[in-house]
């Protein structure tokens, strides 16, 4: 057995470790914003209802929470990546053309692991995996 597919068995597992960790990093952006936790948002105020951001927060609190527990992960996940495409070229792009000048590292990041969930699935320890 080789080392490579020795490692293979722990495929799911590191897959669901991914979309574990990354929901957990992007729900405390739905929070931050809709609840000022663990700080308030840059503005300093809480969004309005039904603005931009306030949809954004909620898509990034509920559906994180979705992608956590590896419920309706995929259709989760593309809304998600979207969410963050859209949000990269509305706030980040504008402001230059390099990520790292223009803080959108996140969310290109955030776009292409929930855009991989997409076509790999939640892995192990789901809620999907366990309604089949």
């Not at 992960?73 to 402001?95: E, W």
Request: with cysteine; net charge positive.
């Amino acid at each position: 057995m080789t080392g490579s597919s020795s490692l293979q068995r722990f495929a799911p597992h590191a897959l669901a470790a991914l979309r574990i960790m990354a929901a957990l990093l992007f729900i405390a952006h739905g929070t931050q914003k809709l609840l000022g936790f663990p700080a308030p948002p840059s503005s300093g105020t809480l969004p309005a209802a039904f603005t931009m951001a306030w949809t954004a927060g909620m898509l990034e609190l509920f559906g994180g929470l979705l992608v956590l527990v590896g419920l309706f992960t995929r259709p989760a996940a593309f809304v998600l990546s979207g969410l963050m495409a859209f949000a990269y070229f509305l706030a980040h792009a504008p402001r230059s053309f390099y990520p790292v000048l223009n803080g959108g590292d996140a969310a290109i990041l955030f776009c292409f692991v929930f855009l991989y969930l997409v076509f790999a699935g939640p892995g192990s320890l789901s809620i999907d995996g366990r309604r089949r």
